[in-house]
């Protein structure tokens, strides 16, 4: 009878085991293929009100209606390259002042604080584009 016991205790275990390291393996970090959402806004600042942390306003999807729109939001950019849209070439965030357009590539359900004014990590942004005018 021990031994029936000490068996399915150690199968139990076993199978326990078996199921944590699946966890582990799978990724939850978003991906390229994730669905994206293309947004455009307004600096406010970069870099002043938080360390790494562009500063928006009025962040709004270009093409999704249900997608939500932000009316401040702070871009935690840290290793997120900045990129001028007409070059493709990266710029230093010092090139970014106010009143300047960006467009920002963020992942569907990006994760974002609770806190005021919102702030997105960079695990949810693929792309910040600097708006050029001709």
Do not use: R, W
Request: with cysteine; hydrophobic share 40%; charged share 25%.
């Amino acid at each position: 009878m021990k031994k029936l016991i000490v068996g399915f205790i150690a199968v139990a275990f076993l199978a326990g085991c078996g199921a944590e390291n699946s966890k582990e393996n799978s990724s939850e970090t978003p991906t390229i293929e994730d669905k994206t959402i293309l947004y455009s806004g307004t600096v406010i600042d970069f870099d002043e009100t938080y360390t790494d942390g562009l500063f928006l306003a009025d962040l709004t999807p270009l093409n999704s209606s249900e997608a939500a729109s932000f009316e401040e939001v702070i871009l935690l950019t840290e290793d997120i390259a900045l990129v001028d849209q007409k070059s493709g070439e990266s710029i230093a965030p010092s090139e970014l002042v106010k009143g300047n357009t960006v467009k920002v590539t963020l992942i569907e359900h990006a994760p974002t604080t609770m806190s005021l004014p919102l702030q997105i990590a960079s695990i949810g942004i693929v792309k910040i584009e600097k708006v050029t005018k001709e």
